[in-house]
């Protein structure tokens, strides 16, 4: 069992950043594969980054492609979404999700085991 909860959420501006953090509970958490969603109000939720156990390996969107960065840190059993350049499309709120896999990097949600709470994001313009 993995429980997640995620934070750095809030209110930007435009062109602004922020820094999202999902700390996860256990003590088996870099044998996870780690990825980031979003769901804005009234659209489905849709994949955003994703980051293999060990960090090697990392995916994104086509959307955020060059705006975020997603990392982890297996020491201190969290993964982070750096937001760069951030765009009033991008208000939504973010998830993070852990799927147990040495060998898969899942973008599909409906392949993760565990989610967290979410945490609001919102760009103004």
């Known amino acids: 069992q993995v429980q997640l909860v995620e934070s750095g959420g809030g209110l930007v501006q435009a062109g602004g950043s922020l820094r999202l953090s999902c700390a996860a509970s256990?003590?088996?958490?870099?044998?996870?594969?780690m990825g980031w969603f979003r769901q804005a109000p009234g659209k489905e939720r849709e994949f955003v980054a994703a980051i293999s156990w060990s960090g090697g390996s990392t995916y994104y969107a086509d959307s955020v492609k060059g705006r975020f960065t997603i990392s982890r840190d297996n020491a201190k059993n969290t993964v982070y979404l750096q937001m760069n350049s951030l765009k009033p499309e991008d208000t939504a709120v973010y998830y993070c999700?852990?799927?147990?896999?040495?060998?898969?990097?899942?973008?599909?949600?409906?392949?993760?085991?565990?989610w967290g709470q979410g945490t609001q994001v919102t760009v103004s313009s």
């Open positions: 256990g003590r088996t958490f870099s044998s996870y594969a």
């Open positions: 999700a852990a799927k147990r896999s040495f060998t898969r990097v899942p973008i599909l949600s409906n392949e993760y085991d565990y």
